[in-house]
């Protein structure tokens, strides 16, 4: 049984370029939800995918978008990149009943993006 | 506002020692509360839950935690810490209901090992 599985390990981007990164939840899943985690510090929830729409969203611009496809899959995109995105970009997936999420979140190992 | 605070970020115990790691969070009512761990280069991996019920809980790894409603705590415990347990902690609370399960996370302690 296939764990949260996320692409690439890492990547390295300058500032002002655009970068998607990739991830396959865990098998069962339908809901995936985004968390960036810059270094020393906690996770923090970007946005939720539900039905191939974002249902949630935290305090993050524009310049982070996504995606969820219809095997659930879901892609994170972010624009215009600055120094301050260098971080490791966490993807969750979970199980929704009745249209709430309130199973247990299970993480991938996540993409490490570092921005010069 | 909805927040989660560990308020320690560094500790250091001995192998075997016992272990408690603490926990407090801001919220209306009473969230789902959630402990993980996070290995250095890795995701989080689930450690306990509390949804409801009894207030002492059971994890993988011989983890427990304990929630007090009248202190707003959830504490991780585990009687004889072993090496392989060195690692970073993180409290999380998600919305009881409505919320869609996003996660609030603190800060993190990190946890070291002595042999």
């Known amino acids: 049984d296939a764990g949260v599985t996320q692409s690439p390990t890492h990547l390295i981007k300058t500032r002002g370029q655009q970068v998607t990164l990739r991830c396959s939840p865990k098998?069962?899943?339908?809901?995936v939800s985004w968390y960036q985690q810059a270094l020393g510090q906690g996770p923090q929830f970007i946005f939720q995918?539900?039905?191939?729409?974002?249902?949630q969203r935290g305090n993050f611009p524009d310049r982070f978008s996504g995606h969820q496809f219809p095997n659930y899959s879901s892609e994170l995109n972010v624009n215009a990149l600055l120094l301050g995105d260098s971080a490791l970009y966490l993807c969750?997936?979970?199980?929704?009943?009745?249209?709430?999420?309130?199973?247990?979140?299970?993480f991938g190992d996540g993409t490490r993006l570092s921005i010069l | 506002a909805q927040s989660v605070t560990q308020p320690d970020i560094h500790i250091t115990v001995s192998e075997g020692a016992s272990l408690e790691l603490r926990c407090n969070y801001s919220?209306?009512?009473?969230?789902?509360l959630f402990w993980y761990v996070q290995s250095p280069g890795q995701g989080l991996q689930l450690l306990l839950k509390?949804?409801?019920?009894?207030?002492l809980v059971q994890g993988i790894k011989g983890f427990e935690a304990e929630f007090k409603r009248s202190q707003s705590s959830f504490n991780l415990r585990k009687p004889s810490v072993h090496w392989s347990d060195a690692a970073e902690y993180f409290c999380?609370?998600?919305?009881?209901?409505?919320?869609?399960?996003?996660?609030?996370f603190g800060a993190g302690t990190r946890l070291a090992v002595h042999p």
């Open positions: 995918y539900y039905e191939e729409e974002e249902r």
């Open positions: 919220y209306g009512a009473t969230p789902y």
């Open positions: 999380a609370v998600a919305p009881l209901r409505g919320g869609y399960n996003k996660l609030i």
């Open positions: 509390y949804f409801s019920g009894d207030t």
């Open positions: 098998s069962g899943h339908d809901t």
């Open positions: 969750a997936s979970s199980l929704s009943r009745d249209g709430y999420s309130n199973q247990p979140q299970h």
